[in-house]
């Protein structure tokens, strides 16, 4: 693990040089810009880990793990151009600080960048990681399709809301380890046990952010509290809220997510204690620990060294911050 | 060429089956939209011929061809949202029939898609092929940047309009060829050839569509005419007359492109009286011969049967248009 670790400062370093010569700059910087804004590098660690587990040579998976964390980094590109959001990692969004059309071009650009770098597998292995990758690649655009599709219904249920998540966040934290382990020459069965890992560690990292927005501190969650609530977003426990609430508190729910209002620390507050009147926080944990025990049963099932499945452990108990 | 002109109407019904049963919907049916919508389907034609001329097996570079055209839609969803374009092919364009996140979403979904077919291919020749592809996809975003430059910047060289063009469309009628050549396991010069009949061929291609968008016959050119002109666009035609003329000409062209006026007759009138007192339309003539002349250099090297010389040569002159 300590190879990991080491192989992903690298990785940080190729990353922030991959575009850096490139011409046009118009369409080079922002990418640039993107690639070098650092985030947590969690897909491409699950790449190398994934390879890593099974044996295989993980500095020849770096190039995989690049080609994961680049198509990461387009998808959010492009979602924030989607969702209008001005700030990601403390710093302008690429279509705030430049316009639109750099941000597609920019991402469409960024999107063939990660094939090149996915492209550079052996052969023999080629096909099969171009086939996970291209399916998790339609994957996460159906997540976000579902995703806009939320803002414009008012009943979403917690099974359509799961699905959702699962490709929009599950498919590609599955897929990376899953690609680490092809990488490495892991067998079929092999193969399936670290996606339904990664899937249900995804699913159950997708809740805990979701939890975090509404009930977290600030320092902790490195941003601001109650973001999803001031931009009405259908999280799990709006869904759940809505779901399990009496005709009154979803009445009020509904309308307090129908406004913007300029200051918005009312708000905050009123959703707040009507998911808490609702006992979501507990509900929320109940369902992160399901997932959780699920992904810690795929992990149990894995052909490996009890050191490596240790590693594996401990990396997902520190991705949830398990201190609930 | 019977044999890839079948191949072709297989190719369109098969487009437009590809993603009629996909979910989601609001994601799935602008891209059965668009890729019903039609086209000349040069570039899955180049592909296939691309093939047969090196007696490949023409039947399973269909999906090649499928991958290089789904690719090419995908980029012109993306451009109509750059540009702006309402219409395409008599059509309405994505982003205006639905919006353009959707337009955004759908073609990137479609860019995953054109993978999914090239990764069809034979295991052997799969890394060269994503590479050959997977740079062209780099330089046709390249190209479409350096288009966007122009709009704001009021010099530009002949030579950048030509690397432009090249970018932009040489470079995947190009590979389209150097495609079909791979598949059927061509050697590299004879690769590099077809490749270079295939870049010179687009810009021949591309110089002529400048032209007629100025001098043609609505009726032929299947659009009305002078559309570059009321959009002010930087074209062959636009940037060479810029060159050559005079003062007054250049400070009367510099004029006419800055102005959107809402009945254009008298600005497209007055722009092809300058182009024609520069003789332009005769520049740009020989300009396309010039092009179409190393095409036709490069097919005489290939090392092929003289009846798929032929075959090349006609479609070359038929895509051209060669009546003057």
């Known amino acids: ?22 011409r046009p700059e118009e369409l080079y910087n922002p990418i640039s810009y993107t690639l070098s804004m650092g985030g947590k590098r969690i897909r491409p660690m699950l790449v190398l880990m994934g390879c890593d587990i099974f044996g295989g040579d993980v500095d020849k998976a770096i190039d995989l793990a690049m080609g994961v964390e680049i198509f990461h980094n387009f998808t959010l590109l492009h979602d924030d151009i989607m969702d209008g959001a001005p700030v990601r990692r403390g710093k302008e969004t690429v279509y705030k600080k430049w316009n639109s059309n750099i941000a597609i071009l920019s991402g469409d650009t960024m999107f063939a960048i990660a094939y090149e770098y996915i492209s550079h597998a052996d052969p023999g292995v080629l096909p099969e990681l171009l086939r996970t990758f ?17 803002e414009t219904v008012s009943n979403v249920s917690i099974r359509e809301y799961l699905e959702m998540i699962m490709l929009k966040t599950g498919v590609l934290i599955a897929a990376s380890m899953k690609i680490g382990a092809i990488a490495a020459g892991a067998g079929i069965t092999e193969q399936e046990n670290i996606y339904s890992f990664g899937e249900n560690l995804g699913i159950a990292f997708q809740l805990q952010d979701d939890l975090l927005d509404t009930f977290g501190e600030t320092e902790k969650f490195g941003k601001e509290i109650g973001g999803d609530i001031i931009a009405n977003k259908k999280t799990f426990l709006y869904v759940k809220s809505m779901e399990v609430a009496n005709e009154e508190q979803q009445r009020a729910l509904l309308d307090l997510y129908s406004k913007h209002p300029s200051d918005s620390t009312g708000k905050i507050r009123e959703v707040r204690e009507i998911f808490s009147s609702l006992n979501i926080e507990e509900i929320t944990k109940k369902e992160i620990s399901y997932f959780y025990s699920n992904a810690l049963y795929f992990l149990d099932l894995l052909d490996v060294k009890e050191e490596k499945k240790t590693a594996l452990r401990k990396m997902a108990s520190e991705l949830l911050d398990r201190d609930f």
Do not use: I, P
Request: glycine content about 2%; proline content about 0%.
């Open 134 to 150: 291209t399916q998790t690649a339609r994957q996460v655009c159906e997540g976000q399709q579902y995703d806009m599709n939320f």
């Open 1 to 22: 693990m300590d190879m990991v670790m080491s192989l992903l400062e690298k990785l940080n370093q190729r990353l922030s040089l991959a575009t850096q010569n490139s």
